[in-house]
């Protein structure tokens, strides 16, 4: 997506655009789950079941989508992933590196049929002050996947576009579609990364069972 400041007309047409590559996305994602045999769980806090979502509309994702974790509040967090309260409170938006790599690996060892876990924690905004904004759109997202005895795991921070020009003059519906389309984006950009694990071009880091490390 466009990361230059967007009027609500541009920002429109963007969205348009961003939820056929998001589609193309998903089918391509979804082919080569079921091509491999793998089998896929998500823990989705901002973009709000949105992956699953688009990968469920291919035919035959049974097969691959083990189903998602969708953890919008902390509190989700802790009862469903068993985050730890100190990683939340370490980092009060629940936006961090840490975080989601305990979704990412809570969520394949709660599912014991799937092979391989993709989680995302961010902000979405449009937050009330000037200054909180600078955080709007940042995103951690990691991969964590089966191997052998132990698992592979991969983190990125990801900044999420688009952007609106003079936000605070901005109607409802466009900061709605502001938040639309930073989730496409962050969808968008989670399984362009699956993908590229599951064909061994995302460079990973091996992991000991039952270990954050």
């Given at each position: 997506?466009?990361?230059?400041?967007?009027?609500?007309?541009?920002?429109?047409?963007?969205?348009?655009?961003?939820?056929?590559?998001?589609?193309?996305?998903?089918?391509?994602?979804?082919?080569?789950?079921?091509?491999?045999?793998?089998s896929l769980v998500l823990a989705e806090s901002c973009t709000g079941g949105l992956i699953a979502a688009s990968l469920a509309r291919t035919p035959g994702i049974s097969q691959a989508l083990a189903?998602?974790?969708?953890?919008?509040?902390?509190?989700?967090?802790?009862?469903?992933?068993?985050?730890?309260?100190?990683?939340?409170?370490?980092?009060?938006?629940?936006?961090?590196?840490?975080?989601?790599?305990?979704?990412?690996?809570?969520?394949?060892?709660?599912?014991?049929?799937?092979?391989?876990?993709?989680?995302?924690?961010?902000?979405?905004?449009?937050?009330?002050?000037?200054?909180?904004?600078?955080?709007?759109g940042h995103a951690w997202i990691a991969l964590v996947r089966r191997a052998g005895k132990g698992t592979l795991g991969h983190l990125q921070e990801v900044q999420l576009a688009p952007h609106l020009t003079q936000l605070d003059k901005m109607p409802q519906t466009a900061v709605e579609n502001l938040r639309r389309g930073r989730q496409i984006a962050a969808a968008i950009h989670i399984l362009?990364?699956?993908?590229?694990?599951?064909?061994?071009?995302?460079?990973?880091t091996r992991k000991k069972k039952g270990t954050g490390k």
């Open positions: 997506m466009n990361e230059a400041p967007l009027t609500p007309e541009e920002l429109q047409s963007t969205i348009q655009e961003g939820e056929q590559v998001l589609a193309k996305e998903a089918a391509l994602t979804a082919k080569l789950l079921i091509k491999n045999r793998e189903g998602s974790f969708v953890v919008y509040q902390p509190e989700s967090k802790v009862a469903w992933l068993n985050i730890p309260k100190s990683a939340l409170k370490r980092a009060p938006d629940s936006v961090s590196d840490e975080i989601a790599g305990s979704m990412a690996l809570s969520a394949l060892e709660q599912t014991p049929h799937a092979t391989i876990s993709a989680a995302i924690t961010g902000r979405l905004g449009p937050s009330k002050s000037k200054e909180d904004r600078a955080k709007d362009r990364m699956v993908r590229s694990m599951l064909t061994g071009t995302r460079r990973t």
